[in-house]
């Protein structure tokens, strides 16, 4: 019994250890939660370029309805002109029509860029620009379904 008295006390030493374990922790599923962030929002954006041009290709062009199917899914904005999914801004969103006399080389492009990516990192605590999404397809059957 003496001999277990002489020993160096150890109150404490859990709170060190766990507080070396949990900051490391932390930053590992916060890395995750952003790195999750950029690939949902990475997805949902190529889809709603995807989903515009579309859209695009097989309607009559009208870039103001190109747009707006990208932003609310419909080619008539909701009454009050309110922000599209995930803050999206009819400014954020590009259509252009190339070539438009030209049967084979007639194309539409719609991009959404400038848009702001916010993480939950403390590393990371600015909004960075992602690289435009930009969707080309050539124009087929412009205004079949009209």
């Known amino acids: 019994m ?6 160096p006390s150890r109150r404490g030493n859990a709170l060190v250890e766990g507080a070396l374990v949990l900051m490391p922790l ?3 599923i916060v890395g995750i939660l952003d790195f999750g962030q950029l690939l949902f929002l990475h997805q949902t954006f ?3 370029a995807r989903a515009g041009i579309r859209w ?3 309607n009559n062009y009208d870039a103001q309805q ?11 904005a909701p009454g009050g002109d309110p922000p599209g ?7 954020e969103i590009t259509v252009t029509r190339y070539d438009s006399g030209d049967q084979v080389k007639d194309r539409i492009e719609v991009s959404i860029h400038d848009l702001p990516m916010r993480f ?9 620009a992602h ?15 009209d």
Do not use: D, M
Request: proline share 7%.
């Open 46 to 48: 190529t889809e709603r």
């Open 2 to 7: 003496p001999r277990f008295r002489s020993l």
């Open 85 to 91: 999914l995930f803050g999206l801004t009819a400014s």
């Open 66 to 76: 190109i747009r707006n199917f990208v932003l609310y899914n419909s080619p008539t």
């Open 120 to 128: 939950y990192s403390p590393l990371l605590n600015k909004a960075l």
């Open 26 to 28: 932390l930053l590992v």
């Open 56 to 58: 695009a290709v097989t």
């Open 131 to 145: 690289r435009p999404f930009r969707v080309v397809r050539r124009v087929e059957a412009l205004g079949a379904t």
